[in-house]
């Protein structure tokens, strides 16, 4: 497939690159960046798109390969990033065993992303840096993965968010994912001082802070709106169509794994 968008960040001292990739193209959530400032590299792209990928990682030396969590569109590389890189990649301590035993994704996400290959990384060291020596810190985010892990730039303001922004509003649910935490998470990020947020789907947010404060208050409107409705007596299902409409065809294809009725149901476990 072919490059389906280019990114370039003048950020000053450092320029940040990315290519946005995907088998797919039926919105952001089927396709995918990948970042890279100078020779750091974040998340590893899908491995059904490896011939760009590959492109993308020559331009240029790699000293060190970040990746986020342990999801397909976000590992699935790694192994072959590492072969022709020499480059073993950082990886949070909760994905290592499954990154290095690979796993079975869903029919629907195999599609669109392909299947991750197994890959032996490392916990992120004491302290990571751009290579200039300005600190990388990274942040553990739990709600869409429990291994969730941002990379926040102090120097530059910056926050590469991986899956904890996408969405001001979110309309659907990963029947995995944990809005109490979510949410948590989101209050625990906007304690940092950043302002441009570098999403892998939504692309780069110059008014990073903003967005994602307001999709913490959508979050909040969501939980309280679904709880009123719910002890009004409605039922899952009326609630799910009064706040967020109907399923749509991706909740069908997916067995319901990622549907409207698996946000609202955690929106009900949400304490306020």
Known sequence: MPVRGQYNFDGGSHLVEGIRIGRVDAGINTTFIIYRIGDTVIDCGPPNQWEEVKAFIERG??????????????SGNG???KDITGVTPFAPELAQAKLAAGYKVPPLQRYIWGSPIPVKTVTYPDEMTLSDGSPIIPVHVPGHAKDLTVFFLPKQKWLFSGDLYVSKSLKMFRNDENLSQLMSSIRRVLDLDFEILFCPHRGIVENGRKAMEEKLQNLVWLCSESQKLDKAGLSLATI???ILGREEMVSWLSGYNI???????????VSL
């Open 79 to 81: 192994s072959r990033i």
């Open 240 to 242: 799910t169509r009064k």
């Open 61 to 74: 030396p790699v000293r060190q390969l970040l990746i986020t969590h342990h999801h397909e569109d976000h």
């Open 259 to 269: 549907s409207r009725r698996n946000l609202i149901r955690e929106a009900l476990k």
